[in-house]
């Protein structure tokens, strides 16, 4: 079955460093989501991603953020300079239309 | 501001027991109501309810929606040890696919 993979499974990074997490979402979907899960808090909405460009953001997804399709299978989330509170498990998702999403395993990112 | 609440946060119960969870939101430009399951990493997908009144099922597991209340319920009947997880609710908003989770509701099924 098919499935949305992320890498790395863990980032440990300095603060002030940039990260990038990367997705292949499922290979015939065009829809494409970053979510991201502070510990202990709810899954979060970041940024959706349609046709090669950004269809909406979240007030999270600020200009530290940025999202890129590089190449016909791989999403990828930067986070240019990293801060404390940038410390989650961000979710990759997919989906065919806008209905059911899949999620990836997540990436956890410790901000140190 | 849009919200997405579930209850209870979190549940014990024994195998064989049923449940219900219970999710409500005040959501603009409602587009659909989304069930997952959390064990340990990833939600996965259980259902996705667009119309008020029509039961999904699968399994054990049964949803429905109720527009008028904007209120899903999430029924497990015999529950097994396997049934253990959080349990999200996400309502889908707008035009591009944005999903809006609720804080989830922790089940735990004992032996």
């Known amino acids: 079955e098919p499935e949305v993979t992320q890498t790395p499974s863990h980032q440990v990074t300095q603060m002030g460093q940039e990260v990038i997490l990367r997705c292949v979402p499922i290979s015939n979907h065009l829809y494409f989501y970053w979510y991201r899960q502070i510990l202990g808090q709810k899954v979060e909405f970041l940024v959706s991603f349609y046709n090669n460009e950004i269809s909406e953001k979240s007030e999270i997804f600020d200009d530290q953020f940025s999202v890129e399709r590089p190449d016909g299978s791989n999403f990828t989330l930067k986070i240019r300079s990293t801060k404390l509170e940038d410390s989650a498990m961000y979710f990759c998702a997919s989906s065919y239309s806008l209905n059911e999403q899949f999620f990836g395993p997540g990436t956890r990112l410790t901000v140190l | 501001e849009d919200k997405v609440v579930q209850s209870p946060l979190s549940l014990v119960v024994h195998e064989g027991d049923t449940v219900t969870l219970n999710c409500s939101y005040e959501?603009?430009?409602?587009?659909?109501l989304l069930w997952y399951k959390q064990e340990k990493k990833a939600p996965t997908f259980l259902f996705m309810l667009?119309?008020?009144?029509i039961e999904k099922k699968s399994g054990r597991l049964s949803s429905i929606l109720d527009k008028k209340e904007l209120s899903s319920i999430l029924n497990i009947t015999a529950t097994q040890t396997g049934d253990s997880a959080i349990y999200l609710c996400a309502v889908g908003s707008g035009n591009t696919g944005k999903l809006i989770f609720g804080q989830g509701t922790t089940l735990q099924v004992k032996p």
């Open positions: 667009t119309s008020s009144g």
């Open positions: 959501v603009t430009n409602f587009r659909s």
